[in-house]
Nanobody
Framework: QVQLVESGGGLVQPGGSLRLSCTASESIFGIYDMGWFRQAPGKQRELVALITSGSSTNYADSVKGRFTISRDNAKNTVYLQMNSLKPEDTAVYYC?????????WGQGTLVTVSS
């Protein structure tokens, strides 16, 4: 089964930026749809951004214009560039890889937006 490892979380001030990375243990080229989800305490996990195996993208309305998802298939890595961060972006962010038969998750990385 594909293994996913996230990195790049941390503490940032409102208006700041972070870039999250998710590296897969095997090739993702032409196979997996990749997504970033987030979950804050007491709230449901929500989809933040999606990039398909064909590199089309989709974003939650709350992050459109601020976040960008991209993938580097040669590095088996998906990125989430987060700009103009707001306190309400604070959450644990999870990487997801999905096919019809596979639904794999990373361990999560904490993003805290606070002054």
């Amino acid at each position: 089964q594909v293994q996913l490892v996230e990195s790049g979380g941390g503490l940032v001030q409102p208006g700041g930026s972070l870039r999250l990375s998710c590296t897969a243990s095997e090739s993702i080229f032409g196979i997996y749809d990749m997504g970033w989800f987030r979950q804050a305490p007491g709230k449901q996990r929500e989809l933040v951004a999606l990039i398909t195996s064909g590199s089309s993208t989709n974003y939650a309305d709350s992050v459109k214009g601020r976040f960008t998802i991209s993938r580097d298939n040669a590095k088996n890595t998906v990125y989430l560039q987060m700009n103009s961060l707001k306190p309400e972006d604070t959450a644990v962010y999870y990487c997801n890889a999905r096919t019809i038969e596979t639904d794999a998750w990373g361990q999560g990385t904490l993003v805290t937006v606070s002054s």
